[in-house]
């Protein structure tokens, strides 16, 4: 349970360090710890969120095992994502190869952003 | 003079088999339909949970889905579709996949596109992931419910054979 906990934090951790980092287009990705305190004026964005814990409970009230999930989101008005996609992908695959997906992906009209959202869960 | 070999009952052991493989498939559909009505069930109180806002200003560039917004989710609700058959395996999905259109603000708008843009956000709206939270907080449930009923199924089933 702790294993998985600390894979979670470390991702999360690199995530965050990534969108703050060099970028690969001088482009820097402003990190928001909430979603509700920012909207970066930037062409590209990242958005890291720790979406739940989730774990089946026993008749005891305890629980069997744990998960944690989270989610990256970039908005970027370039169609290719300005390079951040293969290094969010990068950084997903080091800290959990096998526990992250693309969601989604779609094209806000009102803003004209595309948008991914990568999920990713590590259960202990 | 090539001996002959006669078995007695091959027409009936052959027969149990086949029902057997036939109960199974019956008891796997039943256990998953049971599963996939825990999720719907699971998911649809997740829908009940969406926060709204009335108005749609936005404060710090968001704003939270409207009540109209989550009432159509609501009406929609998860579908779960229909069994796909694969050799020995079964699978199904719940979701909103083939929820159809609403009237939204005038315009006719793609259910699934406004699910999807409250459960994963977008860059003017938080997201609320209840369909993922709900998947995850169904799914011991679910497979506890399915084993069940997989066993219960396949213990009616073999007392039936057994009576061949």
Known sequence: MAEAQTTYDSLVAALKALTQGESPNTVTLPVAENIWLTRPDAESYGVVSQDFEAGAIRAENVKQDEAFEGSFDLFSLAKDGAGWIPLIRNTLTTYCGGCWSLNSHVYERDTRLFHWEWTFQTEG | ?164
């Open chain 2, 1 to 164: 003079m090539p001996y002959e070999l006669k078995v007695d009952g091959m027409k009936e052991i052959s027969e149990a088999l086949d029902k057997l493989a036939d109960g199974a498939t019956k008891a796997a559909s039943a256990a998953l339909y049971e599963g996939a009505g825990i999720m719907a069930d699971e998911i649809r109180k997740g829908a009940d949970s969406i926060r709204t806002e009335p108005f749609q200003y936005t404060m710090n560039g968001k704003r939270l889905p409207s009540p109209e917004e989550k009432e159509i989710v609501m009406k929609a609700s998860a579908g779960i579709a229909k069994f796909n058959k694969n050799g020995t395996e079964i699978d199904t999905s719940v979701g909103f996949r083939n929820a159809g259109y609403a009237e939204l603000a005038g315009k006719q708008v793609p259910i699934p596109l406004i699910v999807n843009s409250i459960n994963s956000g977008t860059s003017f709206m938080p997201k609320q992931p209840f369909v993922r939270q709900a998947a995850a907080k169904a799914a011991p449930k679910a497979m506890k419910a399915m084993i069940e009923k997989i066993e219960t199924a396949l213990d009616v089933h073999l007392k039936e054979i057994n009576k061949i």
